[in-house]
């Protein structure tokens, strides 16, 4: 159903794409918005427990396309340095397809909101906390369930891994 990568040299492992998931911060989820146009928005995540989460508004455009068709892909880009040298870009970024649903009951809502602080302001514990306690029951969270996962670095980061490792 997914396809397979073209430049398979290029391919980073599960292992390292979900390195890449974890360690980033924000990413582009693409849904199938209105009349069936691409619609995607960049958006701030975790990833635990072998899923992605993301906190919004329980209303818009977003809220829509997810209830019409649940069929996502979300990408992240870890690296972008342009090398003008070789006329490339050298990049690392991973892609993943599956699908979005609500996360229900205030408990998992908790959970999970209790993560993004953890994640993106652990020095602002105590008043994220009281956030979430303020406003559990209007925020929305999204939950991105992986069917396929695929990550690529630019051939010049292979080229270096390559030098590294005596690989050549």
């Given amino acids: 159903m997914f396809r397979d990568m073209r430049r398979k040299n290029q ?3 599960e292992k390292e794409a979900i390195k890449v998931l974890s360690n980033s911060s924000y990413g582009v989820l693409g849904l199938i918005g209105d009349g ?6 960049p958006l701030n ?4 427990d072998g899923k992605v989460y993301f906190h919004c508004a329980s209303e818009g455009h977003k809220i829509d396309s997810v209830k019409n068709d649940d069929r996502a892909s979300f990408c992240v880009v870890e690296k972008d340095d342009v090398v003008p040298s070789m006329l490339a870009t050298d990049f690392c970024s991973v ?4 699908r979005v649903g609500f996360v229900s009951g205030d408990d998992e809502k908790r959970r999970v909101l209790l993560q993004f602080v953890e994640k993106f302001a652990p020095e602002f514990s105590e008043y994220g906390y009281a956030e979430i306690e303020k406003l559990l029951d209007r925020v929305c969270i999204l ?3 992986i069917e396929h996962i695929s990550g690529k670095t630019a ?3 292979v080229q270096e ?3 590294k490792t005596g690989t050549i």
Avoid at 36 to 41: A, E, F, K, N
Avoid at 45 to 48: K, L, P, S, T
Avoid at 95 to 98: A, N
Wanted: proline share 4%; net charge positive; with cysteine.
């Fill in 161 to 163: 891994a390559n030098r």
């Fill in 36 to 41: 069936g146009y691409p619609y995607t928005v």
């Fill in 95 to 98: 892609i993943l397809f599956g």
């Fill in 155 to 157: 051939l010049k980061s």
């Fill in 11 to 13: 391919q980073m492992s």
């Fill in 143 to 145: 939950e991105f369930c």
């Fill in 45 to 48: 995540y975790i990833f635990c």
